[in-house]
Structure formats: C-alpha cells, structure tokens
C-alpha cells in the first residue's frame, strides 16, 4: 500500500495540483488574519472564518480535483494496464487514491490554520490548550470533509476525462452543501452534516435551543459519515471494475 501511495502522490507532483492546493490552503487565511490583525479580532471569530470558508467551501472543491486528477491520470497516460501487470487489485489501486486523498486533506486543514494559530500567540491571544484544541478540530474536520467528499469519486469515475464536468461537479456539491448548511433543516447531505455536528465546536458564542436541535450529535455525524465512506467505496469499485483496462 506504500508504495501504491508514493505513485499516487509522484502522479499528483506531475500534474502540480498538490503544490496548488497546499498554496492555496496557506494564503487564504492569510488575508483574513490581516484583517483580523487590524480589526482587533479574536482569535475565536478569525479561527469561525477559517473553518468556515476554508474547510466547507475550499476544501472540498480541491479535494474533488484531487480525485479526478488521481483518476484521470491513468487514463490520459493509458498507465492503468500497466499498473494492474504487478499485480494489483482494482480495490487496493481505488484505496490508495482514497488514502491518499484523505492525507491531502489533513495536510489543508493544518495548513490552512498554522497562519492564524502563529499569529495569535504572536498577540498572546491564544494559549497552548487552545493550540492543540484548534489543531486536533482541525484534523478531525479535515478527515470527516475527505470522507464527505467521497460521493464525487463515483462521478469522477463517470465522466471519462471530463475534468470541467467533474470541476462543475465538485463546484455545485460544495455550493449546495453549504446553503443547505445554512438552512434550519436536518437534511443528511454529507457535507452539511459535517457543518452542523462541527458548529458548536468552531463557535465561541451560545446558541439558541431552536439552533441547536438542528446540530448532528458526534454518533449522527460519524455513522451518515461511515454509511456514505462505505457505499461511496463499495460503487466506485464496481465502477472502477467494470472499466475495461
């Protein structure tokens, strides 16, 4: 399986969508602790912005390139024949892109908070409880967005090498997440679950009983999560199978 990941991440390396989206979690906050810098903002609000905006709107939108990029590299380089002549399953080739996806996403969610994080102990606004608090959100958002995200690799695997349709994809599921997150509704779509268990734990202020009944519980959120990791998994193999090599 090792070395399955270092030829999936060596695919993304060529393609230079790793190096974009580790640029791309790293200067996005950068404007808003700027502006936080000189607004006075507390570290709370900046940390709201970050997760917000960073985990729940451009997380998954790289994440989705980042699959279609894993997928569509073997079919734009017709390698996928020669992969399989090691040999390698089909299920254990499809867990490497998941696995390595799910990396990938772990290191945005660090990435996106180490600049705000630094510049809050710079101001001696944040202590070392509220650094490794922050940081361990952080990773389990991350895992549970990648997880979230999964549904997009069925349609990746069905759009044979379209990567504007599965960029507008991966573009309208994030979108339509986030305003059913923004909704008073329970609807089960993964993103939005993950929005509504994460919102009490990114929030500093008290919240309405009438908002509250609305969050996922953390064994909600982690069976919807399992259910759709696993039915995502189990399609995109019959999928990815049925493909002629």
């Not at 989705?64 to 399989?84: M, P, Q, S, W, Y």
């Not at 997009?152 to 507008?168: C, Q």
């Not at 009490?200 to 908002?211: C, F, K, L, W």
Request: with cysteine; aromatic share 12%.
């Amino acid at each position: 399986m090792s070395s399955l990941l270092v030829c999936e991440f060596k695919k993304l390396k060529r393609n230079s969508i790793l190096k974009y989206t580790v640029l791309a979690a790293f200067l996005f906050p950068i404007p808003l602790s700027l502006l936080a810098l000189h607004a006075n903002m507390s570290f709370d609000k900046l940390k709201m912005f970050v997760f917000v905006f960073g985990f729940y709107l451009l997380m998954p939108i790289f994440l989705g390139l980042i699959l279609a990029t894993l997928v569509f590299e073997e079919r734009d380089n017709n390698t996928l024949k020669n992969i399989l002549t090691i040999p390698i399953s089909k299920k254990s080739l499809l867990l490497a892109k998941i696995i390595a996806t799910l990396i990938i996403g772990v290191i945005f969610a660090v990435v996106s908070l180490i600049f705000p994080i630094i510049l809050d102990v710079v101001r001696g606004n944040i202590d070392l409880g509220q650094f490794f608090t922050t940081l361990g959100i952080g990773l389990i958002i991350g895992v549970m967005v990648t997880v979230a995200d999964l549904p997009l690799l069925i349609v990746v695997l069905k759009m044979k090498k379209n990567y504007l349709m599965s960029f507008v994809v991966s573009l309208s599921y994030t979108i339509l997440s986030f305003v059913i997150s923004l909704q008073y509704n329970r609807f089960p779509l993964p993103l939005s679950v993950v929005f509504k268990w994460s919102l009490p734990h990114i929030s500093s202020g008290t919240m309405s009983a009438s908002i509250t009944r609305l969050f996922f519980s953390t064994p909600s959120c982690i069976g919807i999560l399992c259910i759709v990791g696993f039915l995502s998994y189990y399609v995109a193999v019959k999928l990815f199978e049925s493909e002629e090599e």
